[in-house]
């Protein structure tokens, strides 16, 4: 219980909690609207975000909003509006952001900090000013989802239908393309940019094997997600293992494990 003492391990409980919340939220959208893909591309041109951040000297978070927030809006419209396939466009919004990034970090004069922290996250170097950042990013995404659930709702399951209703669908889109965009830079932190796509789906896929009520599989969400954060950071804590790597580990085997046992207790009975 000593270790409860420290700062960075209350700083690591912290944005583990709020990065769980994140996830369960949006997470439980992305897996319903099958947009796993959608979210490792703008989590990718999220690594522009943090060269520019670098090279202007700001806060690589900040900066990581505003360049993934664009990001996905530009990939909302286009796929929308030029009808242009979504699996090339992801790519090249991936490509062009890692590349961005590395071009704008080669720019920085000076000494330019460990970038295996932003491609792999250490939760357990995560400052009391990110977990702030954080949990301005969580509030934003509860109020918004809160009040536009019932157009998430609608969006989610049947698209066709959203619009008959007259819910607006490209609006929507974007909107939730956004979501997922600030929850990705809330997972910077803790896993990084190539393992964020797997927390944002992980702890949504999981949840979906118990439920089919979106209510309830973001509730679980949230749950599975802090059991996925507190058992990923001890293990990496007291095992001295990468954080991200050891809570996506940790959330990948259970979700497995999981499915395997319900696909065998389905074919048993």
């Known amino acids: 219980m000593t270790i409860f003492q420290y700062a960075f391990f209350q700083n690591a409980l912290m944005a583990g909690v709020l990065a769980a919340i994140a996830c369960g939220i949006i997470g439980s959208y992305v897996v319903v ?14 690594f522009g975000g943090i060269g520019l951040g670098l090279f202007l000297g700001l806060n690589p978070l900040l900066t990581a909003i505003i360049f993934s927030v664009f990001s996905s809006s530009i990939l909302g419209i286009i796929s929308k509006k030029a009808y242009q396939r979504e699996d090339t466009l992801i790519g090249a919004m991936w490509a062009i952001g890692m590349a961005f990034g590395i071009f704008m970090i080669y720019q920085t004069p000076g000494y330019v900090p460990d970038l295996a922290s ?4 250490n939760i357990l170097t995560v400052s009391r000013v990110d977990v702030l950042i954080m949990l301005t990013l969580n509030i934003t995404i ?27 669908v490209m609006k929507t889109y ?6 997922v965009a600030l ?16 927390l944002v789906t992980l702890p949504a896929a999981t949840a979906s094997l118990f439920t089919n009520s979106l209510k ?9 997600g802090i059991f996925y954060m507190f058992i990923g950071i001890a293990m990496s804590f007291f095992f001295n293992q990468p954080s991200g790597a050891t809570i996506v580990l940790t959330s990948g085997i259970s979700y497995l494990g999981l499915l395997g046992a319900k696909s065998l207790i389905r074919n048993h009975y």
Do not use: Q, W
């Open 33 to 46: 609207k099958r947009l796993v893909f959608i979210s490792g591309g703008i989590s990718h041109a999220a």
């Open 118 to 121: 932003y491609l792999f996250g």
């Open 142 to 168: 509860a109020l918004i989802v809160f009040i536009r659930y019932n157009e998430f709702l609608a969006f989610s399951f049947d698209e066709e239908f959203s619009e008959v209703t007259n819910v607006p």
């Open 174 to 179: 974007i909107v939730l393309l956004s979501l």
């Open 183 to 198: 929850t990705v830079v809330i997972l910077v932190s803790v896993v990084g940019i190539i393992l964020a796509m797997a």
């Open 216 to 224: 309830k599989m973001i509730l679980f969400s949230v749950l599975i």
